[in-house]
């Protein structure tokens, strides 16, 4: 897949920030993703469980995360720890992401906000438009919803477009994000999907 201008690869520095909270790290919340799938079809013994930097969230990718890193932001609330797990490939990026908010901020702004913010850089990154968002029940979770959307190739515009689906959970003071973008012409994409979505699990 190209990348030349591709809008899924856009700095972070233009995404919009948490209004009044002063969060820059939470752009980093919504690593734009691109799905293929390539082994959609596979049994689930064949996918990988992947763990959040801190060990609490993980979920079930087709293939292993490649690169992990952390990123640390100072702001007026406290310091700010965002990691991000992440497989990618010529068709493929899957991402999950934890971020330690300061307990100050959570109690501000509420999982109202931080939820539509998060959703926000979700959408911006991937110039996509939402399709559905609804409450969802992960067990471990304080909360959590998911958001389906769909975005255009800006570059071939015989592409029938993206379908992505994006969980959002908060944990005590971490936000998690499960972020996949695939094509829609790929075979069992719904599928995929929905297996990595049911694989989501909150741990001790």
Do not use: C
């Not at 720890?81 to 990618?88: D, F, I, L, P, W």
């Not at 702004?109 to 110039?127: C, E, Q, T, Y």
């Not at 992960?138 to 998911?146: C, L, P, Y």
């Not at 975005?151 to 908060?170: Q, T």
């Amino acid at each position: 897949m190209r990348n030349t201008h591709d809008p899924r690869t856009a700095a972070a520095s233009s995404l919009p920030s948490l209004p009044s909270l002063h969060l820059p790290a939470l752009r980093l919340l919504a690593v734009a993703a691109l799905l293929g799938f390539a082994s959609a079809a596979a049994p689930a013994e064949d996918w990988y469980r992947i763990e959040s930097g801190d060990g609490r969230a993980s979920v079930l990718f087709p293939n292993r995360a490649e690169e992990v890193r952390e990123l640390v932001d100072k702001t007026p609330g406290g310091k700010v720890v965002t990691r991000v797990a992440e497989h990618q490939d010529e068709s493929v990026m899957l991402t999950i992401s934890e971020t330690k908010l300061p307990r100050l901020a959570m109690s501000f702004a509420g999982p109202k906000l931080i939820f539509s913010n998060a959703k926000g850089i979700v959408l911006h990154k991937a110039f996509g438009k939402e399709i559905s968002s609804e409450p969802l029940e992960i067990g471990g979770a304080d909360a959590a919803i998911v958001m389906r959307y769909e975005a255009v190739d800006f570059e071939d515009e015989n592409h029938p477009g993206y379908a992505g689906l994006a969980v959002f959970l908060i944990v005590d003071t971490h936000i998690y994000v499960v972020n996949s973008m695939l094509s829609k012409d790929t075979p069992d994409a719904r599928a995929a999907q929905e297996k990595l979505l049911g694989s989501i699990q909150v741990h001790e």
